[in-house]
């Protein structure tokens, strides 16, 4: 009978023990799920950059890690997260990119000089000639106007002119 009784309180103090054990894991879990979600975030990165340059600049503006981005691979901005230590923000672009901010964009075309958004690229990122066109894209700024064809993003009208010698940020993305 005496070791029943023994048994039955080892047990008692061991299930206490395993109850408090799994209640403080679950409270550290809880405290440092933010630090762990950060550190297990998959997402590439992408930002625009702080500084500016000319067309023939772009393709090596990008931090290590780093590469200018094609339209396309930024193109739905919510499967990215965006990088607020390397980019550019604007007081209310909270930790996304800032709007209306014209950057440097591949458009995956062939090398060209000339021609609209999605085609004039300062001859494949190599001109800085004032001759040579260039493409440009923003996140729009204006919500009141309607979805475009590449909305989010607002290419600069092909009625504007580019120029490559121009100094502007680029868009770049995590390899």
């Not at 625009?48 to 290590?64: E, I, M, R, Y």
């Not at 709007?99 to 300062?122: D, L």
Request: proline fraction near 3%; hydrophobic fraction near 40%.
């Amino acid at each position: 009978m005496r070791m029943s009784r023994l048994n039955y309180g080892w047990l008692v103090t061991t299930s206490r023990r395993v109850v408090i054990t799994v209640l403080l894991a679950g409270l550290g879990l809880t405290i440092c799920l933010p630090t762990l979600a950060d550190a297990i975030d998959l997402r590439r990165k992408f930002y625009l950059t702080t500084t500016a340059v000319d067309g023939a600049g772009a393709l090596n503006a990008c931090a290590s890690k780093f590469h200018m981005a094609s339209l396309y691979e930024i193109f739905d901005t919510s499967n990215l997260k965006y990088d607020t230590n390397r980019g550019q923000t604007a007081a209310d672009s909270g930790a996304g990119p800032p709007s209306g901010v014209n950057g440097w964009i591949r458009t995956g075309f062939s090398s060209n000089t000339t021609g609209g958004p999605g085609q004039a690229n300062c001859s494949a990122w190599t001109s800085a000639s004032g001759t040579d066109t260039g493409a440009l894209v923003r996140l729009r700024e204006e919500w009141d106007q309607g979805a475009g064809l590449i909305s989010p993003w607002k290419a600069e009208e092909s009625d504007q002119v580019f120029t490559c010698e121009l100094l502007h940020p680029v868009w770049c993305v995590q390899y």
